[in-house]
Every structure is written in C-alpha cells, then in structure tokens.
C-alpha cells in the first residue's frame, strides 16, 4: 500500500490551503479508516481528522470547524481542507490509512507534506 501526500506549501494567515492523499496497492479503500496527523518542530505526532468506511468523522478538538475531511472511494483519496490558517498550524501532515487483515489493523503513511503558515 502506498500513499501519496499532495498539496502542503507556504500560505499567509487567514488563508486556505487543501490537501489530498492517493491510495495505491492491494487494499479495498472504501473498507479502510483515512484520515491526517501532523508534527510540528519538537512535538509529537497529532491527530488531525479521520474518516471511517462509512463516513464518519473524528476532529482534534482544537481544529473542528476550521478543518474538514472528505474521502472520494472511486478515486482512493482522502482530502483535508483547511480554512482560517493560523501559523500554530504549520507542520508536516501526514495522511494514514488502516486496514484489516485476518482481525488485526495495519497502519499506512504517507510521506508528508509541509504546510507552512506565515506572512
């Protein structure tokens, strides 16, 4: 499985910016949880937003309404569109998927992509 991360780069506060991630490889995409996690400069990994097969979606609650997460099936992508960007947002995002094989999860990432907020 490969995901293929697009979109980051340099924005001004207040701007948007809109990310997408394309899954490649042996997997049934619209049976598998996407979603985007990011990592500042000297901090962990965070949850962004994830999406399950059926839709529903999870938000750090810092980011929720500000951040919203899409999925397309046909094109095995997940998408991240990110409004009212403010420069504590800027990190290298990564977008996930889990799959299911045999009851367990497998974890994916892509490669990451910076987003860059400042004036």
């Known amino acids: 499985v490969q995901l293929q991360a697009s979109g980051g780069g340099l924005v001004q506060p207040g701007g948007s910016l809109r990310l997408s991630c394309a899954a490649s490889?042996?997997?049934?995409?619209?049976?598998?949880?996407v979603g985007w996690y990011r990592q500042a400069p000297g901090s962990q990994r965070e949850l962004v937003a994830t999406?399950?097969?059926?839709?529903?979606?999870n938000y750090a609650d810092s980011l929720r309404g500000r951040f919203t997460i899409s999925r397309d099936n046909g094109k095995k992508t997940v998408n991240l569109q990110m409004n009212s960007l403010k420069p504590e947002d800027t990190a290298v995002y990564y977008c996930?998927?889990?799959?299911?094989?045999?009851?367990?999860?497998?974890?994916?990432w892509g490669q990451g992509t910076q987003v860059t907020v400042s004036s």
């Open positions: 996930s998927l889990q799959n299911w094989n045999r009851g367990l999860p497998i974890d994916y």
């Open positions: 490889g042996s997997i049934i995409f619209r049976f598998t949880t």
């Open positions: 999406v399950t097969p059926g839709g529903s979606t």
